[in-house]
């Protein structure tokens, strides 16, 4: 049997966390010969919830379910884990952006940057989930100065498998044939779904749309603000999907992303796109053995060169809303 895995998850007394733990225990996201010790955090005033959950964790008998940990100090919560997923945070209501949590939510993630930096695994994979996803898993990479950079990424996942739903409507094809797909930039309503370089049985996308105004007036805006569109519908935000975006991106990271493919991860930038070092953007990325990577050397056209830009500059204002929560220089 394979030594367990601790994987910590923040706000798993909410709504992504009851769509995410039982998937988990699973084995859906590490594999199903891999035993694992789950670290649910929540706050002090949700632990009578979080005991309803475990008591149903307890209650699947899930073979892989080696321990629970249940706390509401992070320091406990991170203690030799292997992977955090950063959900414990507000989500938005009705008429809100996603940046103007960044009040509510920002200090989560400077608390819970120092207590990963003190407890977890050096070589911990860190996913942030909870909202404004890119400016709070820069606060939490700031606060954790001693893990390596490439620890660390926020969520572009749901958005990226939005888009590739939208092609498959579109085209009358399985999800599984479309490859290539890219969101540039913030999890947010200025993100840059890019359909040029996405491809199908090896050929353009683009190539095979017969009515190009479709991405410009459908296909784009529909991606971008697919999350405000679930909320008026369920008078709550995305969860089920958000949940599974979560384990597709961690399995990605884990064991490698498909041949001939890439996904999009929140990434620390590096200069690659002359997005400058210094936010956590949307890249398209590769994964080897659990290390990620920028895909380089994709033609940028002058069009999206501009959406691109205008995504990076609304993570250039939000981390200059909260410059006071980065002590890592
Ligand atoms: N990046 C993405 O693609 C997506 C992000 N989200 C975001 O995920 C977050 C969570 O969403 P839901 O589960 O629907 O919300 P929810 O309100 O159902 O659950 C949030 C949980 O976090 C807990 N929490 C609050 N402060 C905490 C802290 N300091 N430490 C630990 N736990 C804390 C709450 O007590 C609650 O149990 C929101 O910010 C939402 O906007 C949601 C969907 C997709
Ligand atoms: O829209 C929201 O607030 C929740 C979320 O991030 C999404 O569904 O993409």
Redesign the pocket.
Known sequence: MKPPVRVAI????????YNLLFRIAAGDMLGNDQPIILHL???A??QH?LNGVVMELHDCAFPLLMDIVTTDD?LIAFTDIDIAIL??????AKGME?KD?LSA?AE?FSIQGKALNQAANRNVKVLV???P?NTNAYITLKNAPDLPIKCFS??LR??HNRALSQIALKLGQPVSKIKKMIIWGN?SSTQFPDLSHAEIDGKKILSLIEDQSWVEAYFIPTVQNR?TAIIEARG????AS?AN?IINHIQDWCFDTKKDDWVTMGIPSDGSYDIPEGVIYGFPATCQAGTYHIVQGLEINNIAKLKMFATYQELLEEKNAIKHLLPRQ
């Open positions: 923040t706000g798993a007394a909410g709504q992504i966390g955090l929540d706050i005033a949700a919830i992070p959900v414990g945070a507000r989500p938005r996603r949590l939510n989560i989930v909870g909202n996803a926020a969520m749901l958005d999890h999350g709550s935000s995305s969860a958000a975006a």
